[in-house]
């Protein structure tokens, strides 16, 4: 996982020099890419069709954890709707505003040990994330 370029600016600027809140939205958006994407937030190219749609999640304590040694996990499970079409193989997830405007935060799928793990998702599947299963760590 990492920090988009826009949202490593946005923190720093955020933290020194002109010291304003990061004015994020009140609800973020949790997506999936077929595609690696860049640190600039662009190349990700999201599931069409077969009922996919991002889950929308709260930007609060609610639905994300505490940070505890500048980790911060999902404190809810992220259930997407369940698949009508095959969505293909994925790679990517991320944290983005409702249209896309911005992508704040970026991961790859994987076996919870950092491994990458694309996967393939079938009509009729349901994906999810269980909570703490989006880690997003600073260090």
Same mark, same amino acid.
């Given at each position: 996982?990492?920090?988009?370029?826009?949202? $490593?600016? +946005?923190?720093?600027?955020?933290?020194?020099?002109?010291?304003?809140?990061?004015?994020?939205? +009140? @609800?973020?958006?949790?997506?999936?890419?077929?595609?690696? !994407?860049?640190?600039?937030?662009?190349?990700?190219? $999201?599931?069409?069709? *077969?009922?996919?749609?991002?889950? +929308?999640?709260?930007?609060?304590?609610?639905?994300?954890?505490?940070?505890?040694?500048? $980790?911060?996990?999902?404190?809810?499970?992220?259930?997407?709707?369940?698949? @009508?079409?095959?969505?293909? !193989?994925?790679?990517?997830?991320?944290?983005?505003?409702?249209?896309?405007?911005?992508?704040?935060?970026?991961?790859?799928?994987?076996? *919870?040990?950092? @491994? #990458?793990? #694309?996967?393939? !998702?079938?009509?009729?599947?349901?994906?999810?994330?269980?909570?703490?299963?989006?880690? !997003?760590?600073?260090?």
């Amino acid at each position: 996982m990492s920090f988009t370029d826009w949202m $490593e600016n +946005a923190v720093l600027n955020g933290m020194l020099g002109t010291g304003h809140a990061l004015g994020l939205p +009140a @609800t973020v958006y949790i997506g999936l890419s077929t595609t690696s !994407i860049s640190d600039d937030g662009s190349g990700y190219t $999201e599931p069409v069709g *077969g009922a996919y749609a991002k889950v +929308a999640k709260t930007n609060s304590n609610t639905d994300w954890t505490v940070s505890v040694a500048g $980790e911060k996990t999902n404190a809810t499970d992220c259930v997407f709707p369940d698949a @009508t079409a095959d969505w293909g !193989i994925v790679t990517d997830w991320f944290v983005s505003d409702v249209g896309i405007s911005q992508i704040y935060v970026k991961g790859k799928l994987d076996d *919870g040990a950092g @491994t #990458p793990q #694309p996967r393939t !998702i079938l009509n009729g599947d349901t994906f999810k994330f269980l909570a703490g299963d989006l880690r !997003i760590v600073l260090d």
